[in-house]
């Protein structure tokens, strides 16, 4: 049913059947020789839209298949890969570093190596989050070599642009290395990794003042996306299957990083139209999330990615307070207040059956997790959890999938929050009659 929902471009239909396959194969406890293509390409689509906490939990689930059953046994260094590359994106560093440790034994010991240059990539970035820098580069450059040898590119420019962000953007500060290695990189990479590489090329520009070369690159990744592209391109043409094709947290981080130029270059030179600039895409980005908050049910996902949209909301609301703009500003106040939890406070102003199933759905899974959470990783205990997590999962998402579709008002307000504007409740409290009022924002 998947493929031929697929052949017919019925591309959101042809997800939600290879979901079924994998949600019926765990519950039956067969059919993995099927499932098992559906379960690699649900890590990617997970991975690609930034819930890096369902992927763990699948390629925890994949590892698990792989290593029992032994259909395509080499899959469980894939799986690792997977779980490690989601512990770093997590930053739960000492997590991967144990996970890596065991995983590259393991492979060393194998006859199937194709997942080491993989590995060794993985072994590099969290070196450098170590503070080993010796170490990373000597691991980075086992692994290109690995994986040039074996003509796996995409791999190459993996390992090349890793070190030059990690290790000499990020934490030596030497501009110039960092440039030539993701020089390199372009030369392996693909259009996902080519638009993070030229992004984070921009961005050493900016921190060496030359904005001119970095605003240019900045074009050149919208332009992987559609020639001209920009920020406002991603809000009109954002589709449900928008994270096929592109790292959802990739773009993210280049409409951020964007903004962020605009306001260094303005505290050099106080020229106003660049705050204005700055603002105009501080607006596209907290569109932009709404977005990708909607294409999550996993409530840890959600907050991960809240998190990590600090600076997008600390970052607009100092640049309305230079541009002297309070209605902005109020609007990112707005926008900022525990935005998880309006969601959920949004989900009981209904009565609709479906959120009360969901609800209990939340519940049954949030129990879950502090059940596994206690458990050994490698325990026959944890990987059965590991199973009922994903199994009601799957169920949350259906369920939330319909309160979507039938519930027209509830899915509008979890994409829009600005029903008050500023001089609405200026109107309100300082009527002709009141001179004086408080504002209480909690």
Same mark, same amino acid.
């Given at each position: 049913?998947?493929?031929?929902?697929?052949?017919?471009?019925?591309?959101?239909?042809?997800?939600?059947?290879?979901?079924?396959?994998?949600?019926?194969?765990?519950?039956?406890?067969?059919?993995?020789?099927?499932?098992?293509?559906?379960?690699?390409?649900?890590?990617?689509?997970?991975?690609?839209?930034?819930?890096?906490?369902?992927?763990?939990?699948?390629?925890?689930?994949?590892?698990?298949?792989?290593?029992?059953?032994?259909?395509?046994?080499?899959?469980?260094?894939?799986?690792?890969?997977?779980?490690?590359?989601?512990?770093?994106?997590? #930053?739960?560093?000492? *997590?991967?570093?144990?996970?890596?440790?065991? /995983?590259?034994?393991?492979?060393?010991?194998?006859?199937?190596?194709?997942?080491?240059?993989?590995?060794?990539?993985?072994?590099?970035?969290?070196?450098?989050? #170590?503070?080993?820098?010796?170490?990373?580069?000597?691991?980075?450059?086992?692994?290109? +070599?690995?994986?040039?040898?074996?003509?796996?590119?995409?791999?190459?420019?993996?390992?090349?642009?890793?070190?030059?962000?990690?290790?000499?953007?990020?934490?030596?500060?030497?501009?110039?290395?960092?440039?030539?290695?993701?020089?390199?990189?372009?030369?392996?990479?693909?259009?996902?990794? @080519?638009?993070?590489?030229?992004?984070?090329?921009?961005?050493?520009?900016?921190?060496?003042?030359?904005?001119?070369?970095?605003?240019?690159?900045?074009?050149?990744?919208?332009?992987?996306?559609?020639?001209?592209?920009?920020?406002?391109?991603?809000?009109?043409?954002? /589709?449900?299957?928008?994270?096929?094709?592109?790292?959802?947290?990739?773009?993210?981080?280049?409409?951020?990083?964007?903004? *962020?130029?605009?306001?260094?270059?303005?505290?050099?030179?106080?020229?106003?139209?660049?705050?204005? @600039?700055?603002?105009?895409?501080?607006?596209?980005?907290?569109?932009?999330?709404?977005?990708?908050?909607?294409?999550?049910?996993?409530?840890?996902?959600?907050?991960?990615?809240?998190?990590?949209?600090?600076?997008?909301?600390?970052?607009?609301?100092?640049?309305?307070?230079?541009?002297?703009?309070?209605?902005?500003?109020?609007?990112?106040?707005?926008?900022?207040?525990?935005?998880?939890?309006?969601?959920?406070?949004?989900?009981?102003?209904? *009565?609709?059956? +479906?959120?009360?199933?969901?609800?209990?759905?939340?519940?049954?899974?949030?129990?879950?997790?502090?059940?596994?959470?206690?458990?050994?990783?490698?325990? #026959?205990?944890?990987?059965?959890?590991?199973? *009922?997590?994903?199994? /009601?999962?799957?169920?949350? @998402?259906?369920?939330?999938?319909?309160?979507?579709?039938?519930?027209?008002?509830?899915?509008?307000?979890?994409?829009? /929050?600005?029903?008050?504007?500023?001089?609405?409740?200026?109107?309100?409290?300082?009527?002709?009659?009141?001179?004086?009022?408080?504002?209480?924002?909690?």
């Amino acid at each position: 049913l998947s493929i031929y929902y697929d052949s017919t471009g019925q591309i959101h239909l042809a997800k939600r059947a290879s979901d079924s396959c994998i949600f019926i194969s765990l519950r039956l406890n067969k059919m993995y020789e099927i499932s098992a293509q559906h379960i690699s390409s649900k890590i990617n689509e997970l991975f690609g839209k930034g819930d890096y906490y369902h992927c763990l939990e699948i390629a925890s689930i994949g590892e698990e298949i792989s290593r029992k059953s032994g259909h395509r046994s080499d899959d469980v260094f894939y799986y690792a890969c997977w779980e490690i590359n989601s512990y770093i994106f997590l #930053n739960r560093f000492p *997590e991967a570093s144990q996970k890596l440790k065991k /995983t590259i034994a393991e492979c060393n010991q194998s006859k199937n190596k194709p997942n080491l240059g993989s590995l060794l990539n993985l072994k590099a970035t969290v070196a450098v989050k #170590n503070g080993s820098p010796e170490e990373a580069i000597m691991f980075t450059m086992e692994s290109f +070599n690995y994986e040039k040898r074996n003509h796996n590119y995409p791999n190459c420019a993996s390992a090349l642009s890793n070190l030059g962000y990690d290790l000499y953007y990020k934490r030596l500060r030497q501009y110039k290395k960092s440039l030539r290695y993701f020089k390199e990189a372009l030369l392996y990479a693909n259009s996902n990794d @080519s638009l993070s590489i030229l992004n984070n090329m921009a961005n050493v520009y900016v921190q060496m003042g030359d904005f001119k070369p970095a605003f240019d690159y900045f074009q050149l990744a919208f332009n992987k996306i559609h020639p001209l592209a920009d920020e406002k391109f991603l809000i009109h043409n954002f /589709t449900k299957d928008f994270f096929d094709a592109w790292n959802a947290e990739y773009l993210f981080n280049l409409v951020l990083d964007k903004a *962020e130029a605009f306001i260094i270059k303005y505290n050099q030179t106080s020229n106003l139209p660049d705050l204005k @600039s700055a603002l105009s895409i501080y607006k596209a980005a907290d569109h932009l999330m709404d977005k990708i908050k909607i294409a999550q049910t996993n409530i840890s996902s959600k907050l991960f990615w809240r998190s990590n949209t600090r600076r997008l909301y600390e970052n607009a609301i100092k640049s309305c307070y230079l541009a002297d703009n309070m209605e902005d500003a109020f609007y990112f106040f707005e926008k900022s207040r525990a935005v998880l939890l309006n969601d959920q406070l949004k989900e009981q102003e209904t *009565e609709d059956p +479906n959120l009360i199933g969901t609800a209990l759905l939340q519940k049954k899974l949030l129990d879950l997790e502090m059940q596994v959470n206690k458990l050994d990783p490698y325990s #026959n205990e944890y990987s059965g959890i590991q199973r *009922e997590i994903f199994i /009601t999962r799957e169920q949350l @998402s259906r369920l939330d999938q319909l309160v979507k579709e039938n519930n027209s008002w509830y899915y509008q307000s979890l994409i829009d /929050t600005n029903f008050i504007t500023l001089k609405d409740v200026q109107n309100q409290l300082l009527r002709k009659n009141n001179t004086q009022a408080i504002l209480e924002f909690f």
